[in-house]
Nanobody, 128 residues
């Protein structure tokens, strides 16, 4: 069992930055691929970005376009999502997720069914 706790969300203005954190506990953090997903009101959950076990490979959704960066610190059992140039359309609940599977391509990483453990989410609201 893996427990995930996100933090760092909040209310910001368009163009601002936020850094989300997700702390994992329960098992060896470096054994898991980690992903960030988001869900806006009335919309389906969507993939944002993910990172390999070592942190050497990342995958992004098309809308990221260099604005968001995922990173991880295996010594701290933490994965981060640095979000820059935020837009109102980035408003959503952001969730981190952990996968014990080997996710070899973007399709694998973006499929939420491949992640066994999920955090409770942190709300990001971007105003105009």
């Amino acid at each position: 069992q893996v427990q995930l706790v996100e933090s760092g969300g909040g209310l910001v203005q368009a163009g601002d930055s936020l850094r989300l954190s997700c702390v994992a506990s329960g098992r060896t953090f470096s054994n898991y691929y980690m992903g960030w997903f988001r869900q806006a009101p009335g919309k389906e959950r969507e993939f944002v970005t993910s990172i390999s076990r070592s942190g050497s490979i990342t995958w992004d959704a098309g809308f990221v376009k260099g604005r968001f960066t995922i990173s991880r610190d295996n010594a701290k059992n933490t994965v981060y999502l640095q979000m820059n140039s935020l837009k109102p359309e980035d408003t959503a609940a952001y969730y981190c997720a952990a996968s014990s599977k080997v996710l070899v391509n973007r399709a694998d990483n973006s499929r939420d069914a491949n992640y066994e453990w999920w955090g409770q989410g942190t709300q990001v609201t971007v105003s105009t």
